[in-house]
């Protein structure tokens, strides 16, 4: 993590430096989560924030199933499905 001092402009807009903006993966147009706790401001590039929530979706299924492909057991189901239509 690193600091950086950015200044407010007159119309509440903050200039997110290059190298905080490369390291977030963001650029212009892309979103971003801005969460106030206390006297701060975290900022997270809304890329991230999925890929983390997918990556610990991924990791609870390999908990709760080890060795399994639910996707490969899903088009299994769904051929029997269709063999028996």
Known sequence: MSDVVATID???RIVVPKRIR???G???GDQI???STESRVVMT???ARRDGAIAELRRE???LAPGRSL???LIRERRAEADRE
Do not use: K
């Open 22 to 24: 490369e390291s977030l």
């Open 45 to 47: 590039s809304i890329n």
């Open 71 to 73: 996707s490969e057991e």
């Open 10 to 12: 007159v119309h509440g």
């Open 33 to 35: 989560l801005l969460r």
């Open 26 to 28: 963001v650029g212009a």
């Open 61 to 63: 299924i390999d908990r």
